[in-house]
């Protein structure tokens, strides 16, 4: 079974500019959902997707972040402007069952490592 | 405020012996907690995950203890290897996942 799959790996941005991350998740997984790790902390929770639906983006600056996710397989992870402290390991990860299934296991890609200047 | 806090200090350890991580939680009711490894430049990988009417569980070499009166997880990895060296993170379940920032364990030879 292939792995969530991320693109790029790694970017390097000036403040002020754009950048867009994807993911592919597991085929058939239902949730999907992106994460932001700063250095030295966990991952933090940005948002959360079930099939096409939004189920939880509490947690994402929406004044300079979006996401979508077609048709309810790929997403991408959009940041404009970028800022300095936006500089951190994007995780994408995806589960099979719906949301709110706590033993779901979630499976994370390898990340794209965004350096802002 | 709601808070995670493991180990502050990464772990040094022999090989051959057991490492104990501590994973303590505040503001929090999870119904469940899970733990991760975490390799560098790599995503988190599932490792166990333990019911807060659990009060132990283990595979192979691991062992994770949960107890909702001190809120508090222990992580244990008996019979340490080099390659067991990573950062464990652990996870706690209300309506979403919440990570601590994870103890890093290094395994010597």
Redesign the interface.
């Known amino acids: 079974e292939a792995g969530v799959a991320q693109s790029p790996r790694y970017k390097i941005i000036e403040k002020r500019q754009s950048v867009a991350f994807w993911c592919n998740p597991i085929s058939g997984h239902a949730t999907l959902y992106w994460y932001q790790q700063i250095l030295g902390q966990g991952p933090k929770l940005l948002i959360q997707f079930q099939n096409n639906g939004v189920v939880d983006d509490s947690q994402l600056p929406k004044d300079r972040f979006s996401a979508e996710r077609l048709k309810g397989v790929d997403s991408t992870l959009k940041i404009q402007p970028a800022k300095l402290e936006d500089s951190a390991v994007y995780l994408c990860a995806s589960s099979r069952l719906g949301a709110g299934e706590a033993t779901d296991t979630q499976y994370f890609g390898p990340g794209t490592r965004l350096t802002v200047l | 405020s709601q808070k995670?806090e493991q180990n502050s200090e990464a772990l040094n350890i022999q090989e051959g012996k057991t490492a104990t991580l501590t994973c303590n939680y505040t503001n929090y009711s999870p119904?469940?907690l899970q733990w991760y490894r975490q390799d560098p430049?790599?995503?988190?990988?599932?490792l166990l995950?333990i019911?807060e009417n659990e009060k132990e569980k283990r595979k192979e070499r691991l062992k994770v203890t949960f107890d909702t009166t001190l809120k508090q997880s222990l992580f244990h990895i008996t019979a340490s290897q080099p390659a067991d060296s990573a950062t464990y993170?652990c996870?706690l379940?209300d309506?979403?996942?919440?990570?601590?920032?994870?103890t890093t364990v290094t395994v010597r030879a």
């Open positions: 995670i119904a469940y430049g790599r995503g988190p990988v599932f995950l019911r993170l996870a379940n309506y979403k996942l919440s990570f601590g920032a994870g």
